[in-house]
């Protein structure tokens, strides 16, 4: 098809830009809600070619929208921009590229736009590793008039469909009595004890659980000094599961093992929500067909392991709730032990096999684009699969 050809042509011609935007993102990272610079980069790339540019919304200052197109598109697609990073491993999930490849596309795509009769968003998302910036972005009604969204995530395999998990993350502190852990330990109420027994109760309750669902975390307050018993202690928690009603009942046998730690040890606790809840990911089978069929005409073999199997949770899950979406991998490297949210997946991530990543997602997104924008009938059958799943949704809920 000569726009496809025309888009290959044009992320080629666009290789040191994307490279550098990706490379850019790499050298600064930036946690969650903390993103400016990347914000920043991403944003004058955009405006640099005529996209009309609105930063700052769903009230996160990190997030933007940039768009371009015909004012009544026969459709709209956007594509998302993660570029948060993770504490001390920096782009240890390589959302440098996935910034650079939704970019690349978007940028392939803009002079083809008169002619296809279509508008494009570029929606830089905040916050995907902590807090979930893209939930605050649907609720702002960003996505209401978008008639598909895509993006490509790196990681150790090429997949086109993955299940995502349910998640919510939680902040547990127990609150207890300082004493003197040699001369009056019965003075004290131990906070770090409760802790402790929290951990104990999880551990005794995952034998209970499914097979889909996690729960983990850490301990980051334990105390002051091994002297002093404690007066508080606080940990975060992460709960998954496959579907919402199972992570409902999750939590609340979460919350009964605090509160039992806190009986147990005299000490009183507290529970706070840490960002929003997680949705699971609805992958749109239509749309993952398509963009399947451009990956594999690009030579990228597709390696479809099991979906439900190693698996993690995103905030483009409550995305694909409102909107049909794919969210499908491109291997960063050769080694399928090189995995995300590893130093040797940071690492790549910023070299040449990044590179190599970027410019093969950003071409299988604008060719995806292309099927859309041209083939009234493949976007009702999305539409309609959308749907269809939707009512599903609905009538068992």
Do not use: W
Request: glycine content about 8%; some cysteine; overall charge negative.
């Amino acid at each position: 098809m000569p726009f496809k050809d025309e888009i290959i042509t044009a992320v080629d011609r666009l290789t040191s830009t994307l490279i550098t935007a990706s490379r850019f993102l790499h050298l600064h990272p930036e946690l969650a809600y903390e993103e400016r610079e990347s914000a920043q980069h991403l944003t004058a790339l955009l405006k640099a070619h005529d996209f009309d540019v609105i930063q700052g919304v769903g009230g996160l200052p990190t997030a933007f929208v940039a768009k371009v197109g015909v004012e009544h598109p026969s459709a709209a697609i956007a594509f998302l921009a993660e570029y948060d990073a993770l504490p001390s491993l920096g782009h240890a999930c390589g959302h440098n590229l996935i910034a650079a490849s939704s970019v690349g596309a978007a940028l392939a795509l803009q002079p083809l736009l008169p002619a296809l009769g279509g508008q494009i968003l570029v929606i830089g998302c905040p916050a995907e590793e902590k807090g979930g910036g893209k939930i605050a972005l649907v609720k702002a009604g960003l996505f209401t008039n978008v008639d598909a969204v895509l993006l490509v995530h790196p990681s150790n395999r090429t997949e086109i469909f993955k299940s995502a998990l349910a998640m919510r993350a939680l902040r547990v502190e127990f609150f207890g009595k300082a004493s003197h852990a040699a001369a009056a330990p019965h003075l004290g109420i131990n906070a770090l004890d409760a802790v402790v027994l929290a951990f104990t109760h999880l551990n005794a309750l995952r034998q209970q659980l499914r097979d889909d669902a996690r729960i983990h975390g850490i301990i980051t307050d334990g105390g002051r000094a091994p002297n002093i018993i404690p007066d508080y202690a606080a940990a975060r928690f992460c709960i998954r599961a496959l579907d919402l009603d199972y992570l409902h009942d999750l939590h609340r046998r979460v919350i009964a093992c605090f509160e039992a730690a806190a009986q147990a040890t005299g000490a009183t606790v507290a529970v706070q929500e840490e960002g929003e809840q997680y949705h699971p990911m609805e992958c749109n089978r239509a749309l993952g067909a398509l963009f399947r069929a451009n990956l594999e005409a690009l030579g990228e073999p597709v390696e479809q392991t099991p979906e439900d199997e190693e698996t993690g949770s995103t905030d483009v899950g409550n995305v694909s709730q409102v909107v049909p979406t794919i969210h499908p991998t491109i291997a960063l490297t050769n080694h399928v032990d090189v995995v995300c949210h590893s130093a040797a997946f940071a690492q790549a991530a910023g070299g040449p096999d990044g590179d190599r990543t970027v410019l093969t997602a950003a071409k299988a997104l604008a060719m995806t684009a292309i099927d859309l924008f041209t083939d009234p009938a493949v976007r009702r059958q999305v539409q309609e699969e959308f749907e269809q799943r939707l009512s599903r949704r609905f009538s068992i809920g």
